[in-house]
T-cell receptor, first 112, second 115 residues
Framework: DQQVKQNSPSLSVQEGRISILNCDYTNSMFDYFLWYKKYPAEGPTFLISISSIKDKNEDGRFTVFLNKSAKHLSLHIVPSQPGDSAVYFCAASHSGNTPLVFGKGTRLSVIA | KAGVTQTPRYLIKTRGQQVTLSCSPISGHRSVSWYQQTPGQGLQFLFE???????NKGNFPGRFSGRQFSNSRSEMNVSTLELGDSALYLC??????????????FGPGTRLTVL
């Protein structure tokens, strides 16, 4: 039973355009959501997060949107750069000392 | 400051053997979590240790175990290895004040191949 789903295994975008990565979740108890980025041969690195009391959080070129009613979040990267090419993992948790639940990841390729 | 380190980086074992992986967290971090990443499966949570105690456990068989030492370093052990245990094992450290919202810092992982 996959509680966090990233339905697109891969995405290709041209440099300078917007990249939109999507994530759906099923557990209505989740109230904290994160995106991690992973390059080959490295561990994932934290990118951006959002709590359920907000519907948008922005950090430079990265914006995460949360739609609680649809149990959907998305990561927007504008403008996309070749260095953004990586695997992006969506993760979710609920309050307290509970572990993160990760999606399977989406491989983003930004083409110059 | 130094990041999370994992040793060894690569390991090849045969079925039935056991293996121990090591993780040194960022200085000052008291929580260490372990994850298994297999192709197409994302990161699956194994367990989390905080102050030498297992605080959370994922849905893995008892062949997977771990421990944490007083200096917060952690080891995980897999006994009676199976082919399906071939994976990238990642550890992540955080301050551990609230696992659900702490930023976790990942090591580069140990790539385990079981033949």
């Amino acid at each position: 039973d996959q509680q966090v789903k990233q339905n697109s295994p891969s995405l290709s975008v041209q440099e300078g355009r917007i990249s939109i990565l999507n994530c759906d979740y099923t557990n209505s108890m989740f109230d904290y959501f994160l995106w991690y980025k992973k390059y080959p041969a490295e561990g994932p690195t934290f990118l951006i997060s959002i709590s359920s009391i907000k519907d948008k959080n922005e950090d430079g070129r990265f914006t995460v949107f949360l739609n609680k009613s649809a149990k959907h979040l998305s990561l927007h990267i504008v403008p996309s750069q070749p260095g953004d090419s990586a695997v992006y993992f969506c993760a979710a948790s609920h309050s307290g000392n509970t572990p993160l639940v990760f999606g399977k990841g989406t491989r983003l390729s930004v083409i110059a | 400051k130094a990041g999370v380190t994992q040793t060894p980086r690569y390991l090849i074992k045969t079925r039935g053997q056991q293996v121990t992986l090591s993780c040194s967290p960022i200085s000052g971090h008291r929580s260490v979590s372990w994850y298994q990443q297999t192709p197409g499966q994302g990161l699956q949570f194994l367990f989390e240790y905080f102050s030498e105690t297992q605080r959370n456990k994922g849905n893995f068989p008892g062949r997977f175990s771990g421990r944490q030492f007083s200096n917060s370093r952690s080891e995980m052990n897999v006994s009676t290895l199976e082919l399906g245990d071939s994976a990238l094992y990642l550890c992540a450290s955080s301050f551990g004040l609230e696992l659900s919202t702490d930023t976790q810092y990942f090591g580069p992982g140990t790539r385990l191949t079981v033949l």
